[in-house]
T-cell receptor, first 113, second 115 residues
């Protein structure tokens, strides 16, 4: 059974710092990996999708990498801002389970002004 | 497109009552998912539909939970009778196709409180 783990569970950094969020998964037979952002009391917003054949994806100050063979992904946030404060979730879509996503527990990020 | 639309946004009900949550997926999407989020267990998949047909309901906690998708633009998740331990945020998500490029989009969720 696929298991997705995110470390750290919580992170607090001063504004302007570059930071890395980690995601690991146990079964490398995946179609893709998605990173989501969730603000308190809100739904999930898709940030980046990395297909299993890709190594990385970039969107603005966000860069996500994927090493499928080792079961790891990272989300790099450059020049963090207080508006980046949220919970970040990674999820994998397995290639033998339809379109179902298995989520990690999330990393709660706080960027202090 | 307005995205995935869920209603109601908040629901407070008494134990034993029936609760119905509603979801309208993104037009044209052929897969629909119901997830539940709690502090203790995070996000859990309850049930998954493809082309209106339930594919995997192994995540449905017990017989008190049921889900339907009568057409491509509407789905319901029903809890009868509701219990306090059902209190959670319930999310609906939809996606198109299958494979490497398939991206899931989530609604804003329904926060259910059973007292």
């Amino acid at each position: 059974k696929q298991e997705v783990t995110q470390i750290p569970a919580a992170l607090s950094v001063p504004e302007g710092e570059n930071l890395v969020l980690n995601c690991s998964f146990t079964d490398s037979a995946i179609y893709n990996l998605q990173w989501f952002r969730q603000d308190p009391g809100k739904g999930l917003t898709s940030l980046l999708l990395i297909q299993s054949s890709q190594r990385e994806q970039t969107s603005g100050r966000l860069n996500a990498s994927l090493d499928k063979s080792s079961g790891r992904s990272t989300l790099y946030i450059a020049a963090s801002q207080p508006g980046d404060s949220a919970t970040y979730l990674c999820a994998v879509m397995e290639d033998n389970a339809g379109n179902m996503l298995t989520f990690g527990g999330g990393t709660r990020l706080m960027v202090k002004p | 497109d307005a995205g995935v639309i869920q209603s109601p946004r908040h629901e407070v009900t008494e134990m034993g009552q029936e609760v119905t949550l509603r979801c309208k997926p993104i037009s044209g999407h052929n897969s629909l998912f119901w997830y539940r989020q709690t502090m203790m267990r995070g996000l859990e998949l309850l049930i998954y539909f493809n082309n209106n047909v339930p594919i995997d309901d192994s995540g449905m906690p017990e017989d008190r939970f049921s889900a339907k998708m009568p057409n491509a633009s509407f789905s319901t998740l029903k809890i009868q009778p509701s219990e306090p331990r059902d209190s959670a945020v319930y999310f609906c998500a939809s996606s198109l196709g299958t494979g490497w490029f398939t991206e899931a989009f989530f609604g804003q969720g329904t926060r259910l409180t059973v007292v």
